[in-house]
């Protein structure tokens, strides 16, 4: 909507109100007064402009913009997590008690709005990055796998077992090789179809509570060079020089 208004596209800009602004919604229009709600709504876009140009606006600025306008409607777990008075990156007191999605969602809330844009564009596929789905038998120059069992939904992959210590990857291996397809044996084919995807260049990222014990690991493994194989403080290390 900010982008069809900075284009002056008021058909656009007003399309996207009708399909998404509650008090345009039908039924919620009132039968007088309509042409109030509408200069209302267009105040509260133009507001939202302005937002979006401030350098110093988080993404929570706009989120409680978008409500107490009425130009958006949160679902309730959102709209909990926007109750919560912060503007920082740190969680606040209060959250806590909150399960890790919700977190999330407040640490998002503290972004700068600016941070929006690039957002915009990545889901707009503008970007020149892309998350890739199905992607068996494609190819790309340079790929990055995430692995992250913290935040995984699957029980029927789990990276940190293909990168276990080696005793727990001998056990796998063995009941593999007895007969029986398992986590570690599936793990490790999806693994080759991620790698198997980049032509030049291939970054693992791997999200873990102990590195040092998961880079030993990782270099008994095989699977990788030692050279290779960094943790996040080596990195620091190698970008200050």
Known sequence: MVTATRAGNEFRA????????????????????????????RAAVMELVEILNDSDASARDVAVHLRDTGLWAFEE??????????????????????????????????????ELWPYERYISEGSPYATQHGVKGAQFDRVLVVLDEEESNYNSYNYERVFADEQSRAADRAAFEAGGDNTWSRTLRLLYVCCT??????????????????????????????????TEKE?????SI
């Open 235 to 239: 990195l620091h290390d190698i970008a």
């Open 14 to 41: 007003m399309t996207l109100l009708r399909q998404y602004c509650p008090r345009l919604a039908a039924g919620s229009l009132p039968k007088v007064g309509a042409v109030v709600v509408l200069q209302e709504a």
């Open 197 to 230: 995807r980049a032509r030049r260049g291939l970054v693992l990222a791997f999200f873990v509570t102990a590195p040092e014990a998961m880079k030993a690991n990782v270099i008994s493994s095989g699977i990788l060079p030692a050279h290779a194989v960094l």
């Open 77 to 114: 777990r959102f709209e909990r997590v926007l109750q919560l008075q912060t503007s920082s990156s740190e969680p606040a007191e209060e959250a806590l008690e909150l399960n890790s999605s919700d977190l999330a969602v407040l640490k998002m809330l503290a972004c700068p709005a600016q």
